[in-house]
């Protein structure tokens, strides 16, 4: 059973930066497609990056050129770098993992961009 534990988040001021990270357990690594979402309040959760196993990446028009998502292999970890950040970027951040039509999500952690 894959587990995905999130940190990073907190409370930060617009045009500020926060980087997210993602632990997973519990899975090939290597071989997954790893993802962000966030849901905002009152919104749809919604995509905001996606990286698959051999680095292709694809991320949400809102933020492209903003955040930037990476892995480490070696550490089964997966960061979300968010820089001039919004307030439209206040949300709930989900780490997600896919492998073999099998999909998991983190329990989250709140980004808040406010002054």
């Known amino acids: 059973q894959v587990q995905l534990v999130e940190s990073g988040g907190g409370l930060v001021q617009p045009g500020g930066s926060l980087r997210l990270s993602c632990a997973a357990s519990g899975s090939i690594f290597s071989i997954s497609t790893m993802g962000w979402y966030r849901q905002a309040p009152r919104k749809l959760r919604e995509l905001v990056a996606r990286i698959t196993s051999g680095g292709s990446t694809v991320s949400a028009d809102s933020v492209k050129g903003r955040f930037t998502i990476s892995r480490d292999n070696a550490k089964n970890t997966v960061y979300l770098q968010m820089n001039s950040l919004k307030p439209a970027a206040t949300a709930v951040y989900y780490c997600?993992?896919?492998?073999?039509?099998?999909?998991?999500w983190g329990r989250g952690t709140q980004v808040t961009v406010s002054s």
């Open positions: 997600t993992h896919a492998c073999l039509a099998s999909v998991s």
